[in-house]
């Protein structure tokens, strides 16, 4: 069984950075890309990036590009989202999701696994 479990979350004020870990356990993680969601209150869920499996390649949402990034240590089973520049617009509830099956790592495919979440609160 895999698990996913992020973690990093917390209440920041704009223009301060956070990294939020995603950890696997249960398999071998190196073979999996890896993307970034969130939800705000009242709004549908939003693609932030992806990293493939190998993590020589990412792709970053229009809304985050500059301030983002994503990065995976296949040894620690984690891939990490670095945020800077935090606005109060990135208020959500992170997930991270693995796809089990394919190299896909982009906003439409249907990721097999999913994290509890993490909530990221930025105050003005």
């Known amino acids: 069984q895999v698990q996913l479990v992020e973690s990093g979350g917390g209440l920041v004020q704009a223009g301060a950075s956070l990294r939020l870990s995603c950890e696997a356990s249960?398999?071998?993680?190196?073979?999996?890309?890896v993307a970034w969601f969130r939800q705000a209150p009242g709004k549908e869920r939003e693609f932030v990036g992806g990293?493939?499996?190998?993590?020589?390649?990412?792709r970053l949402a229009d809304s985050v590009k500059g301030r983002f990034t994503i990065s995976r240590d296949n040894a620690k089973s984690t891939v990490y989202l670095q945020m800077s520049s935090l606005v109060p617009e990135d208020t959500a509830i992170y997930y991270c999701?693995?796809?089990?099956?394919?190299?896909?790592?982009?906003?439409?495919?249907?990721?097999?696994?999913w994290g509890q979440g993490t909530q990221v609160t930025v105050s003005s």
């Open positions: 999701a693995a796809n089990l099956q394919s190299r896909d790592y982009s906003a439409s495919y249907e990721y097999e696994c």
């Open positions: 249960g398999r071998t993680f190196s073979g999996w890309p």
């Open positions: 990293i493939s499996w190998s993590g020589y390649s990412t």
